[in-house]
């Protein structure tokens, strides 16, 4: 089911793991962040993201990926992508389920609109991130494809 939520990709670099640290190092100019969770593994982050919470009281980024390297047995890295659940859905989800219960308990009748709410506002929420997902995913590529 995750599969379907996060987007997973990957590429293969024409070098060893260690070649293309030393890239990542000397190639300083990109348009997104880049941090090193460990040896063979990297956040990267978008400069720019719509729709995200980003406040400095929430411990949230904008659109970001993992990346994690994996040496194959021709002398190549495999850079495999993925992206996780963003938080933002998690709350919009909550969010609506108190209305949904706070109409229930209550003598107030919801508008008939608001049950509609959440199936589109999370379609409409999932499709802008996964845009931008696939927007960093490329940029990431074509950072590490032109030496």
Do not use: A, C, H
């Given at each position: 089911?995750?599969?379907?939520?996060?987007?997973?990709?990957?590429?293969?670099?024409?070098?060893?793991?260690?070649e293309?640290?030393?890239?990542?190092?000397?190639?300083?100019?990109?348009?997104f962040r880049l941090e090193w969770i460990d040896n063979s593994t990297f956040k990267f982050v978008s400069n720019f993201s719509a729709g995200t919470l980003?406040?400095?009281?929430?411990?949230?980024?904008?659109?970001?990926?993992?990346a994690k390297l994996t040496e194959t047995e021709y002398g190549k890295t495999k850079v495999e992508l993925n992206t996780k659940i963003r938080v933002e859905l998690f709350l919009f989800t909550?969010?609506?389920l108190i209305i949904i219960m706070v109409g229930?308990?209550?003598?107030?009748?919801?508008?008939?609109?608001?049950y509609g709410l959440?199936?589109?506002?999370?379609?409409?929420?999932?499709w802008v991130y996964r845009i931008q997902e696939k927007d960093l995913f490329r940029k990431l590529?074509?950072?590490?494809e032109t030496e």
């Open positions: 089911m995750l599969e379907k939520i996060t987007l997973n990709d990957s590429i293969e670099f024409d070098g060893t793991p260690s293309l640290r030393e890239l990542i190092r000397l190639k300083k100019e990109r348009d980003i406040f400095n009281y929430l411990p949230t980024e904008g659109i970001k990926g993992f909550l969010i609506f229930l308990f209550s003598n107030e009748s919801l508008p008939f609109w608001i959440l199936p589109i506002g999370l379609v409409w929420f999932w590529k074509i950072y590490i």
